[in-house]
T-cell receptor, first 115, second 112 residues
Framework: RKEVEQDPGPFNVPEGATVAFNCTYS??????FFWYRQDCRKEPKLLMS?????NEDGRFTAQLNRASQYISLLIRDSKLSDSATYLC????????????????WGLGTSLAVNP | NAGVTQTPKFQVLKTGQSMTLQCAQD?????MYWYRQDPGMGLRLIYY???????DKGEVPNGYNVSRLNKREFSLRLESAAPSQTSVYFC???????????FGPGTRLTVL
């Protein structure tokens, strides 16, 4: 099993739709989780951290399920500008606040929002 | 405030040639990183620097060297390029906030 697994998609949704992605991780000791977005041929950008209690940032909601070892990202009211690849990032052993090198990156889920 | 800048944006090398990828950040971050991104492999850390004057190997350091010239600049050198080093290279920096890394626009390198 890969350390971090994502459905590559693509997810094709119409504008205004709600879409959700899951990401599973294999290391039960992982403590920190993040979602990044990467536009085509661009650099990754931090979208949001994922907290144990779940967190929301505008139209985006992130959830963590430790028992089943997955995190999710929900996007409501999709916009054309949401079209991108969403990368799941999970901390590895030795990760701490000052040690961002201990991160495991998923391959990403591709989202296309259509007019 | 340019964030993280990288040069060059594109490069084609022949096997055995050498080159240095340049990276600079103007956010006063302590930590800097070099990644490569390949289809089907995700982002993989090559080297990182926790602070000026220190560097450490990441997941895939073979064939690369780095220099943390000062707090702003972190360069990646390929001494003898191989086709397996064809990739997109990203430099990143972080202030220490967990998981928060700021990436440069990337260098697309092809080794023939």
């Amino acid at each position: 099993r890969k350390e971090v697994e994502q459905d590559p998609g693509p997810f094709n949704v119409p504008e205004g739709a709600t879409v959700a992605f899951n990401c599973t991780y294999s290391n039960s000791a992982s403590q920190s989780f993040f979602w990044y977005r990467q536009d085509c041929r661009k650099e990754p950008k931090l979208l949001m951290s994922v907290y144990s209690s779940g967190n929301e940032d505008g139209r985006f909601t992130a959830q963590l399920n430790r028992a089943s070892q997955y995190i999710s990202l929900l996007i409501r009211d999709s916009k054309l500008s949401d079209s991108a690849t969403y990368l799941c990032v999970v901390s590895a052993a030795g990760f701490n606040a000052g040690n961002n090198r201990k991160l495991i990156w998923g391959l990403g889920t591709s989202l296309a929002v259509n007019p | 405030n340019a964030g993280v800048t990288q040069t060059p944006k594109f490069q084609v090398l022949k096997t055995g040639q050498s080159m240095t990828l340049q990276c600079a950040q103007d956010m006063n971050h302590n930590s800097m990183y070099w990644y490569r991104q390949d289809p089907g492999m995700g982002l993989r850390l090559i080297y990182y620097s926790a602070s000026e004057g220190t560097t450490d190997k990441g997941e895939v350091p073979n064939g690369y060297n780095v220099s943390r010239l000062n707090k702003r600049e972190f360069s990646l050198r390929l001494e003898s390029a191989a086709p397996s080093q064809t990739s997109v290279y990203f430099c990143a920096s972080s202030s220490g906030l967990p998981g928060a890394q700021f990436f440069g626009p990337g260098t697309r390198l092809t080794v023939l």
